[in-house]
């Protein structure tokens, strides 16, 4: 697991480089109304490392250690891409279960509704 978390940091620090062209600096921001603190690359560093345990949390646990590795390096690069399509994923199973519950709950009421007036 430590290996993992490890090279999805250094996917998050690919990730910075791609994306940002460089290592955008942790900086603070005013406005009128707050104060804010941008993380810049450090974000990027940090979801990485979240994102490669997530993605070893979720089976990648089981593969060899190079697979391990390249699933890391790859969930990394992708940091907060990985971790909103992993969201997005269990809250589609959540909906459809829900529906899968409301649609026999219907069936239910429709076959008593057919049974009593047949």
């Given amino acids: 697991m430590f290996w993992s978390i490890l090279v999805g940091i250094l996917g998050g620090v690919a990730n910075s480089l791609l994306v940002e062209e460089g290592f955008v600096m942790p900086r603070i921001v005013r406005d009128k109304e707050r104060t804010v603190w941008k ?4 974000s990027n560093v940090f979801l990485g490392g979240v994102a490669a345990l997530a993605t070893y949390a979720l089976g990648a646990s089981e593969l060899t250690l190079l697979r391990q590795l390249g699933i890391a390096l790859v969930s990394g690069v992708g940091g907060g ?36 007036n047949g």
């Fill in 39 to 42: 993380a810049g690359f450090l």
């Fill in 81 to 116: 891409n990985i971790l909103v399509s992993l969201m997005q994923k269990q809250e589609t199973a959540l909906l459809k279960s829900r529906v899968d519950t409301l649609q026999a709950a219907v069936r239910g009421v429709l076959s008593e509704d057919a049974r009593g």
